[in-house]
Protein backbone atom coordinates (compact mmCIF):
# COMPACT_ATOMS: atom_id res chain seq x y z
CA UNK A 1 0.00 0.00 0.00
CA UNK A 2 1.26 3.18 -1.27
CA UNK A 3 1.33 6.21 1.93
CA UNK A 4 1.86 10.01 1.76
CA UNK A 5 5.20 10.76 3.77
CA UNK A 6 7.84 13.17 3.59
CA UNK A 7 10.14 10.47 3.53
CA UNK A 8 10.83 6.66 2.88
CA UNK A 9 13.18 4.41 3.04
CA UNK A 10 13.55 0.90 1.56
CA UNK A 11 14.55 -1.98 3.69
CA UNK A 12 16.23 -5.28 2.29
CA UNK A 13 16.48 -8.42 4.74
CA UNK A 14 17.69 -11.68 4.83
CA UNK A 15 14.65 -13.36 5.91
CA UNK A 16 16.26 -16.77 6.24
CA UNK A 17 18.32 -15.45 9.26
CA UNK A 18 15.73 -15.08 12.71
CA UNK A 19 17.84 -12.26 13.76
CA UNK A 20 17.18 -10.18 10.54
CA UNK A 21 13.74 -11.16 10.97
CA UNK A 22 13.91 -9.91 14.32
CA UNK A 23 15.92 -6.72 13.53
CA UNK A 24 13.58 -5.76 10.54
CA UNK A 25 10.76 -5.88 12.77
CA UNK A 26 12.69 -3.40 15.65
CA UNK A 27 13.84 -1.08 12.64
CA UNK A 28 10.56 -0.59 10.82
CA UNK A 29 8.46 0.14 14.05
CA UNK A 30 11.22 2.66 15.03
CA UNK A 31 11.16 4.19 11.32
CA UNK A 32 7.57 4.18 11.39
CA UNK A 33 7.12 5.78 14.83
CA UNK A 34 9.08 8.35 13.99
CA UNK A 35 6.98 9.20 10.99
CA UNK A 36 9.26 7.54 8.24
CA UNK A 37 8.17 5.56 5.68
CA UNK A 38 9.00 2.06 5.04
CA UNK A 39 9.48 0.14 1.53
CA UNK A 40 9.91 -3.53 1.77
CA UNK A 41 9.96 -6.06 -1.19
CA UNK A 42 6.27 -8.10 -1.44
CA UNK A 43 8.69 -11.02 -1.80
CA UNK A 44 10.48 -10.47 1.46
CA UNK A 45 7.37 -9.05 3.23
CA UNK A 46 5.55 -12.40 3.38
CA UNK A 47 8.39 -13.74 6.00
CA UNK A 48 8.54 -10.17 8.62
CA UNK A 49 5.72 -9.22 10.80
CA UNK A 50 4.78 -6.07 9.11
CA UNK A 51 2.28 -3.62 9.98
CA UNK A 52 -0.57 -2.09 7.11
CA UNK A 53 1.72 0.96 7.18
CA UNK A 54 4.75 -0.92 5.37
CA UNK A 55 4.63 -0.13 1.55
CA UNK A 56 5.22 -3.25 -0.60
CA UNK A 57 6.68 -3.50 -3.98
CA UNK A 58 6.62 -6.36 -6.37
CA UNK A 59 9.49 -5.81 -8.75
CA UNK A 60 12.85 -6.40 -7.43
CA UNK A 61 14.38 -3.34 -9.83
CA UNK A 62 16.13 -0.22 -9.42
CA UNK A 63 12.83 1.88 -10.05
CA UNK A 64 11.73 0.23 -6.30
CA UNK A 65 13.85 2.75 -4.71
CA UNK A 66 12.55 5.87 -6.50
CA UNK A 67 11.87 8.56 -3.69
CA UNK A 68 13.60 6.73 -1.17
CA UNK A 69 16.63 8.57 1.17
CA UNK A 70 18.32 5.34 2.19
CA UNK A 71 18.71 1.58 1.91
CA UNK A 72 18.86 -0.11 4.80
CA UNK A 73 20.42 -3.55 4.69
CA UNK A 74 20.37 -6.09 7.37
CA UNK A 75 22.13 -9.51 6.69
CA UNK A 76 25.68 -11.11 6.24
CA UNK A 77 28.52 -10.34 3.36
CA UNK A 78 25.58 -11.84 1.08
CA UNK A 79 22.92 -9.66 1.73
CA UNK A 80 25.12 -6.55 1.82
CA UNK A 81 26.73 -7.22 -1.54
CA UNK A 82 22.91 -7.78 -2.98
CA UNK A 83 22.03 -4.39 -1.65
CA UNK A 84 25.06 -2.63 -3.21
CA UNK A 85 23.42 -3.78 -6.80
CA UNK A 86 20.13 -1.75 -5.46
CA UNK A 87 22.60 1.03 -4.52
CA UNK A 88 24.76 0.94 -6.85
CA UNK A 89 22.02 0.68 -10.05
CA UNK A 90 19.34 3.39 -8.05
CA UNK A 91 22.79 5.55 -6.73
CA UNK A 92 20.68 5.69 -2.88
CA UNK A 93 23.07 5.49 -0.32
CA UNK A 94 23.58 2.12 1.28
CA UNK A 95 23.65 1.55 5.41
CA UNK A 96 24.46 -1.96 6.35
CA UNK A 97 23.50 -3.65 9.61
CA UNK A 98 25.56 -7.08 10.11
CA UNK A 99 24.05 -9.93 11.04
CA UNK A 100 26.90 -12.28 9.45
CA UNK A 101 30.43 -12.61 10.33
CA UNK A 102 32.65 -10.27 9.43
CA UNK A 103 30.71 -7.82 7.52
CA UNK A 104 33.21 -5.28 6.74
CA UNK A 105 30.59 -3.17 4.07
CA UNK A 106 28.23 -2.91 7.34
CA UNK A 107 28.32 -0.23 9.05
CA UNK A 108 26.72 -0.95 12.56
CA UNK A 109 26.22 -4.51 14.42
CA UNK A 110 22.61 -6.01 15.20
CA UNK A 111 22.78 -4.65 18.92
CA UNK A 112 23.43 -1.04 17.52
CA UNK A 113 19.71 -0.68 16.08
CA UNK A 114 18.60 1.81 18.22
CA UNK A 115 21.56 3.85 17.23
CA UNK A 116 20.64 3.19 13.67
CA UNK A 117 17.23 4.49 13.73
CA UNK A 118 18.07 7.50 16.02
CA UNK A 119 20.59 8.56 13.16
CA UNK A 120 18.26 7.72 10.16
CA UNK A 121 15.47 9.64 12.07
CA UNK A 122 17.83 13.00 12.68
CA UNK A 123 19.73 12.34 9.31
CA UNK A 124 22.72 11.64 11.45
CA UNK A 125 25.29 10.03 8.84
CA UNK A 126 27.48 11.00 6.18
CA UNK A 127 27.52 9.45 2.73
CA UNK A 128 31.37 8.44 0.74
CA UNK A 129 31.55 7.07 -2.04
CA UNK A 130 32.94 3.44 -2.85
CA UNK A 131 34.85 2.79 -5.78
CA UNK A 132 34.07 -0.17 -8.57
CA UNK A 133 35.28 -1.90 -11.13
CA UNK A 134 33.91 -2.05 -14.89
CA UNK A 135 34.29 -5.96 -16.46
CA UNK A 136 33.98 -6.55 -20.10
CA UNK A 137 34.83 -9.94 -21.62
CA UNK A 138 36.05 -10.30 -24.98
CA UNK A 139 36.08 -13.30 -27.46
CA UNK A 140 37.92 -13.00 -30.77
CA UNK A 141 37.75 -9.35 -30.42
CA UNK A 142 34.16 -9.24 -30.06
CA UNK A 143 32.24 -7.84 -26.22
CA UNK A 144 30.44 -10.83 -25.31
CA UNK A 145 30.02 -9.87 -21.62
CA UNK A 146 29.97 -6.73 -19.82
CA UNK A 147 29.78 -6.59 -16.13
CA UNK A 148 30.56 -4.92 -12.38
CA UNK A 149 31.81 -5.47 -9.25
CA UNK A 150 32.56 -3.40 -5.48
CA UNK A 151 34.74 -5.90 -4.26
CA UNK A 152 35.78 -8.27 -6.99
CA UNK A 153 36.38 -10.04 -10.25
CA UNK A 154 37.62 -12.92 -10.05
CA UNK A 155 38.90 -15.59 -12.95
CA UNK A 156 38.71 -19.22 -11.87
CA UNK A 157 38.99 -22.28 -13.03
CA UNK A 158 35.68 -24.48 -13.66
CA UNK A 159 37.08 -27.46 -12.42
CA UNK A 160 39.15 -28.96 -9.49
CA UNK A 161 41.42 -31.23 -12.00
CA UNK A 162 43.49 -28.58 -14.43
CA UNK A 163 44.76 -25.49 -13.37
CA UNK A 164 44.02 -22.16 -15.37
CA UNK A 165 46.74 -20.83 -17.85
CA UNK A 166 46.85 -17.48 -18.01
CA UNK A 167 48.97 -14.21 -19.07
CA UNK A 168 48.42 -10.98 -17.02
CA UNK A 169 48.54 -7.68 -18.66
CA UNK A 170 48.66 -4.24 -16.87
CA UNK A 171 48.04 -1.14 -19.14
CA UNK A 172 48.84 -2.68 -22.51
CA UNK A 173 51.61 -4.61 -21.81
CA UNK A 174 52.04 -8.27 -20.62
CA UNK A 175 53.48 -9.24 -17.10
CA UNK A 176 53.61 -12.90 -16.57
CA UNK A 177 52.00 -16.11 -16.75
CA UNK A 178 51.37 -19.17 -14.80
CA UNK A 179 48.91 -22.01 -14.22
CA UNK A 180 46.72 -21.01 -10.99
CA UNK A 181 43.11 -21.73 -9.31
CA UNK A 182 42.14 -18.14 -10.68
CA UNK A 183 42.67 -14.45 -10.50
CA UNK A 184 41.43 -11.99 -8.26
CA UNK A 185 41.18 -8.09 -9.45
CA UNK A 186 40.19 -6.08 -6.89
CA UNK A 187 39.02 -2.64 -5.39
CA UNK A 188 40.10 -1.76 -1.96
CA UNK A 189 36.44 -2.22 -0.23
CA UNK A 190 36.94 -5.62 -1.78
CA UNK A 191 40.92 -6.58 -0.25
CA UNK A 192 39.16 -7.57 3.06
CA UNK A 193 37.40 -9.88 1.26
CA UNK A 194 38.50 -12.62 -1.43
CA UNK A 195 41.91 -10.81 -2.29
CA UNK A 196 42.70 -10.89 1.50
CA UNK A 197 41.91 -14.91 1.43
CA UNK A 198 44.13 -15.19 -1.85
CA UNK A 199 47.07 -13.38 0.44
CA UNK A 200 46.67 -9.79 -1.13
CA UNK A 201 47.45 -6.33 0.92
CA UNK A 202 44.72 -4.81 3.29
CA UNK A 203 44.22 -0.90 1.83
CA UNK A 204 42.69 1.27 2.59
CA UNK A 205 39.33 2.37 1.58
CA UNK A 206 40.30 5.89 0.54
CA UNK A 207 43.23 4.77 -1.00
CA UNK A 208 42.35 4.68 -4.39
CA UNK A 209 43.89 1.41 -6.64
CA UNK A 210 43.26 -1.54 -8.05
CA UNK A 211 44.52 -4.96 -7.11
CA UNK A 212 45.96 -8.42 -8.97
CA UNK A 213 45.99 -10.97 -6.88
CA UNK A 214 46.99 -14.71 -7.82
CA UNK A 215 45.08 -17.84 -6.42
CA UNK A 216 47.30 -20.81 -5.77
CA UNK A 217 49.47 -19.75 -8.80
CA UNK A 218 52.60 -22.02 -9.80
CA UNK A 219 55.04 -19.72 -10.27
CA UNK A 220 58.32 -18.13 -8.91
CA UNK A 221 56.82 -14.64 -9.33
CA UNK A 222 52.97 -14.86 -8.29
CA UNK A 223 53.03 -11.56 -6.15
CA UNK A 224 49.94 -9.11 -5.42
CA UNK A 225 50.05 -6.26 -7.67
CA UNK A 226 48.63 -2.68 -6.85
CA UNK A 227 48.18 -0.60 -9.78
CA UNK A 228 46.87 2.80 -10.26
CA UNK A 229 43.19 3.47 -10.49
CA UNK A 230 43.49 4.64 -13.86
CA UNK A 231 44.92 1.02 -15.17
CA UNK A 232 43.36 -0.85 -17.08
CA UNK A 233 43.80 -5.11 -15.57
CA UNK A 234 43.33 -7.74 -18.07
CA UNK A 235 43.63 -11.38 -17.94
CA UNK A 236 43.83 -13.59 -20.53
CA UNK A 237 43.47 -17.61 -20.36
CA UNK A 238 45.27 -19.52 -23.01
CA UNK A 239 43.26 -21.05 -25.76
CA UNK A 240 44.48 -24.79 -25.08
CA UNK A 241 42.99 -25.74 -21.77
CA UNK A 242 39.47 -26.06 -20.67
CA UNK A 243 37.02 -23.25 -20.17
CA UNK A 244 36.99 -21.42 -16.41
CA UNK A 245 34.31 -19.12 -15.02
CA UNK A 246 34.43 -15.10 -13.99
CA UNK A 247 32.83 -14.71 -10.44
CA UNK A 248 31.22 -11.22 -9.79
CA UNK A 249 31.58 -10.11 -6.46
CA UNK A 250 30.91 -13.71 -6.04
CA UNK A 251 27.06 -12.92 -7.07
CA UNK A 252 27.12 -13.35 -10.66
CA UNK A 253 28.98 -15.57 -13.17
CA UNK A 254 29.95 -16.25 -16.38
CA UNK A 255 31.81 -18.92 -18.29
CA UNK A 256 35.05 -17.94 -19.66
CA UNK A 257 35.81 -20.29 -23.13
CA UNK A 258 39.64 -21.02 -23.84
CA UNK A 259 41.48 -17.76 -25.45
CA UNK A 260 38.71 -15.72 -23.24
CA UNK A 261 40.56 -12.19 -21.94
CA UNK A 262 38.69 -10.36 -19.17
CA UNK A 263 38.94 -6.59 -18.75
CA UNK A 264 39.28 -4.98 -15.44
CA UNK A 265 38.75 -0.98 -15.03
CA UNK A 266 37.95 1.35 -12.60
CA UNK A 267 33.93 1.66 -12.44
CA UNK A 268 32.33 4.33 -14.13
CA UNK A 269 29.35 4.11 -11.10
CA UNK A 270 30.24 3.88 -7.49
CA UNK A 271 28.40 2.58 -4.07
CA UNK A 272 27.26 5.12 -1.68
CA UNK A 273 27.24 3.68 1.18
CA UNK A 274 26.11 5.60 4.43
CA UNK A 275 28.49 6.23 7.33
CA UNK A 276 27.13 6.59 11.12
CA UNK A 277 30.20 7.54 12.72
CA UNK A 278 33.96 8.47 11.83
CA UNK A 279 36.13 5.52 13.02
CA UNK A 280 39.33 4.57 11.56
CA UNK A 281 39.10 1.90 9.48
CA UNK A 282 42.23 1.17 11.18
CA UNK A 283 39.85 0.53 14.32
CA UNK A 284 37.29 -1.29 12.12
CA UNK A 285 40.06 -3.54 10.95
CA UNK A 286 41.26 -4.62 14.51
CA UNK A 287 37.73 -5.25 15.78
CA UNK A 288 36.80 -7.33 12.50
CA UNK A 289 40.05 -9.49 12.97
CA UNK A 290 39.74 -9.54 16.74
CA UNK A 291 43.52 -8.66 16.48
CA UNK A 292 45.64 -8.64 19.32
CA UNK A 293 46.67 -4.95 20.63
CA UNK A 294 47.24 -5.14 23.90
CA UNK A 295 50.64 -3.87 25.02
CA UNK A 296 50.29 -0.95 22.98
CA UNK A 297 51.24 2.54 24.51
CA UNK A 298 50.62 4.99 21.41
CA UNK A 299 52.54 8.26 20.70
CA UNK A 300 53.98 10.23 23.39
CA UNK A 301 51.86 13.21 23.96
Known amino acids: MMQNRARTVFLLAHTGRPAAIRSAELVVKGLLRSGIGVRVLEAEAQDLPLPDEVELVREATPQCLDGCELLIVLGGDGTLLRGAEFARASGVPMLGVNLGRVGFLAEAERDDLDKVVDRVVTKAYEVEERMTV ?44 FGCDGIVL ?28 PISAHALFAKPLVTSPNSVLAVEVLPH ?14 ELPPGARVEVRRGAVPVRLARLHHASFTDRLVAKFALPVSGWRGAPH
Open 134 to 177: DVVVHQNGDVVHTDWALNEAAVQKAGAEKLLEVVLEIDGRPVTG
Open 186 to 213: STPTGSTAYAFSAGGPVVWPEVEALLMV
Open 241 to 254: IPPGVLWCDGRRTV
